[in-house]
């Protein structure tokens, strides 16, 4: 996956209407607290990703990137954090698929993000806001795949009701090129956040298999992860040492994490409260006004573009008077209209409803009507609302100003009804024009969403051996590249287990190849299966599997390859006369001293193949090319 382009995914990254208009209302007041702002701006996994990459944009040499929202406004200057805030949260939620709750989603986020908090707290294991974040971001694949692929991952997902994390996984890679995981640790690396953080949300959710995982001191971000995930779960048990005894080789992840019973409690009542808290905080700082003339429009439908029928007006004015005679004479042109008295309530609404035209008084309390055009215009998600500016002061001045706030026309009160249902006429031909513009641009990127996925598909078959259906060695060479610079450089082990089916031309040779591709098939699948899925298990060539291990130092791979010649003696396989057992001959080798290249690794493995086929094969070799495991 590591040419693979995720900006397209990016760009697509959503934040929930709550957020953004609690945001709109607290920078409408120039003298808004920051600490308030940091508030809202971390309860949000998209916003909080956007703002931490440019942040992490122009690190220098040697500099930490920043890895909370609190870093992020120490770096940026205060006037660009402002804008950067004010500029994403705008971006509302366009279609997203109808199995895919955006509000459970911030809930699972939330949840996740405090737990983690809490864990990397209890042990100091790592910065509490480190780990909030990463937790807070670590399902952005998801959310990134339901936004740029509606249709397709509505139908993943009906699919993948009740399956296996590492088996829904599997579907998504399989229907869309990519799963979530792999999405997540992308975007972390687009963020330039650390390579503990995209490791571990590329990680976390396959659980280690019973007894591979081995002590770790301290325990690594995965294991934070994975620890918050089991406090989140609702079939999580405080049962801790009850679990740890019937399993004694792979304690309980939260006791690992030093976790007692009574913390557990303790600590789903502070998840639970906590959340509970941001939301009523959210729904205060961004609740809309009753409604006194008409009620809370639908979104608009951009498949009835076209269409010359009334439009839906926002009109804010201070005066009652003035809201009754706008609804009376722009209602006899079919207009739909929503009152607001300030400009705070007229946010919340625009943010929400998403008005075609704004009308709007100049001279308003608090920021006023400029205040608030420019407030709109800064806000990308009402930057292209047409706003009409209404107002008893026609001084050259004051038009001239409203012009340069953001207005796109001006009418003089007291208002000659028909001269402002005409120029209400003349920005509806405008905002039509500008809708069937956007209705084309979105089946331009609908069209572009399906070429990509299908290339993406293109991609992945090149990549796939057609046998096994696991990735070919094409796909294996280019990951060793990958992970061999970073193992190279010291930040993370590198391991490899290269195995051979034992007498495999006896089994073409006495049952036919047809039966030789059985086996092939029945031990790849087996291999696939006892492995990890965070590591590749590749078919090499011929009889030989190639098995990627990142991140394994020597003892786990030794530990996992003998597992995998285990489990591939159990197999029987059946062929069309008879049924035969398979066994398999492994070499392990890791990046050290010695190795300089994948082909110095490659090496080294396949003379620890060659050399417990001397052995008498079914056993595993890992060093030297001598000694070796049965």
């Keep these: 996956m590591s040419e693979f382009d995720c900006s397209n995914y990016l760009s697509a990254l959503p934040t929930p209407k709550v957020t953004g208009v609690a945001i709109l209302r607290l920078l409408a007041d120039d003298e808004y607290a920051l600490g308030k702002l940091l508030e809202i701006v971390r309860t949000d996994p998209a916003l909080t990703g956007r703002i931490l990459s440019v942040a992490n944009v122009s690190l220098h040499v040697g500099e930490p990137p920043a890895t909370c929202i609190e870093d992020a406004a120490l770096r940026l200057p205060v006037r660009s954090f402002r804008s950067l805030v004010l500029g994403f949260a705008s971006d509302g939620v366009s279609v997203l698929p109808d199995s895919f709750s955006l509000e459970q989603y911030w809930h699972d986020s939330m949840a996740l993000a405090i737990a983690a908090r809490c864990l990397a707290g209890i042990g100091n294991h790592f910065s509490p806001s480190l780990a909030f974040t990463c937790a807070l971001c670590s399902g952005i694949g998801r959310l990134a795949l339901a936004m740029a692929h509606p249709d397709e991952y509505d139908a993943v997902i009906s699919v993948g009701v009740g399956l296996p994390v590492s088996e829904f996984l599997r579907l998504e890679r399989r229907e869309l090129g990519v799963d979530h995981a792999q999405l997540a640790g992308m975007i972390f690396r687009e963020w330039n956040l650390p390579l503990e953080m995209y490791s571990a949300v590329e990680s976390f959710e396959i659980q280690a298999k019973r007894g591979r995982s081995l002590p770790e001191n301290p325990p690594s971000l995965t294991t934070v992860l994975r620890g918050a995930l089991r406090l989140t779960s609702p079939t999580s048990s405080p049962d801790l040492h009850a679990a740890e005894e019937v399993n004694s080789d792979k304690p309980d992840i939260l006791a690992r994490l030093g976790v ?4 557990y409690l303790k600590l789903q009542q502070t998840v639970a409260e906590e959340i509970e808290f941001c939301m009523r905080r959210l729904n205060a700082a ?4 009753e409604m006194s003339l008409a009620g809370a429009k639908t979104r608009f439908d951009i498949n009835h573009v076209g269409r010359s029928s009334g439009l839906r007006i926002l009109a804010v004015d201070g005066d009652p008077i003035t809201l009754r005679l706008l609804n009376h004479h722009l209602g006899l042109d079919g207009h739909s209209i ?7 309530d007229a946010l919340s609404i625009a943010v929400r409803d998403q008005p075609q035209l704004i009308i709007t008084e100049l001279f308003l ?3 006023g009507g400029l205040g608030l055009c420019r407030l709109l215009r800064s806000s990308s998600v009402c930057a292209d609302i047409y706003i009409l500016v209404v107002t008893g002061f026609d001084e050259q001045s004051h038009i001239v100003s409203a012009f340069e706030a953001g207005a796109d026309e001006f009418v003089s009160k007291p208002f000659n009804s028909d001269i402002l249902r005409s120029r209400v006429r003349a920005g509806q031909r405008m905002i039509e024009l500008r809708e069937r513009v956007e209705k084309d641009k979105r089946l331009l990127n609908e069209q572009y969403s399906r070429m990509t996925l299908l290339n993406r598909h293109l991609t992945a078959a090149a990549s796939t051996d057609v046998l096994t259906s696991l990735p070919n060695r094409r796909h294996a060479l280019s990951q060793l590249d990958e992970a061999m610079k ?10 490899v287990i290269l195995l051979d089916v034992d007498h495999f031309k006896h089994v073409n040779d006495t049952h036919g190849h047809d039966a030789g591709d059985v086996v092939l098939q029945v031990v790849g699948g087996a291999l696939r299966t006892i492995a990890s899925q965070s590591v590749d298990v590749c078919r090499w060539g011929g009889e030989e599997f190639l098995v990627i291990l990142p991140n394994h130092t020597m003892a786990a791979a030794v530990q ?5 010649r285990s489990g591939v003696q159990s197999l029987s396989v059946s062929l069309r006369d008879s049924v035969c057992s398979v066994t398999v001959s492994l070499g392990v080798a890791s990046v050290d001293a010695e190795v300089a290249n994948v082909a110095d690794l490659i090496r080294s493995a396949d003379q620890r193949v060659y050399a417990a086929k001397t052995r008498g094969r079914n056993c595993v070799v890992f060093r030297g090319g ?3 495991v049965e």
């Design 286 to 289: 961004g609740a809309a006004p």
């Design 486 to 495: 970073h193992a190279l450089s010291g930040s993370i082990p590198l391991s």
């Design 338 to 344: 929503t009152p607001a008295s300030n400009p705070a």
């Design 626 to 628: 001598t000694d070796g």
């Design 560 to 564: 996992l390859a003998e597992e995998l």
């Design 365 to 367: 309390p608090s920021m």
């Design 260 to 263: 007692t019973c009574l913390d």
